[in-house]
């Protein structure tokens, strides 16, 4: 969800029926929808030591890489508290 959020916060085009993203390589949503998938097994992919989020905006041929993180101690705490 928060992804999602972020995406639509950045002034991106986009139309949200044509997105899809995958964590990990396994894809959670398709033309905008939410898709059936392991939870179990994406949470584990995501307590690795890298976690790639893809996302596929489906309007043009163009590509993008951004790499970030935040690995304090604290941003942990907090995120691990809930799930969207």
Not at 5 to 18: P, Q, Y
Not at 30 to 58: I, K, Q, Y
Not at 77 to 83: C, D, E, K
Request: negative net charge; contains cysteine.
């Amino acid at each position: 969800g928060r992804l999602i959020m972020a995406l639509g916060r950045s002034g991106a085009e986009m139309v949200e029926s044509k997105i899809d993203l995958y964590i990990n390589g396994v894809c959670i949503m398709e033309s905008g929808r939410p898709v059936p998938f392991h939870r179990d097994a994406v949470v584990a992919l995501m307590r690795g030591d890298e976690v790639t989020f893809r996302v596929n905006l489906n309007l043009s041929d163009g590509q993008a890489t951004a790499w970030g993180c935040d690995l304090t101690e604290e941003y942990v705490v907090i995120n691990s508290a809930y799930t969207t």
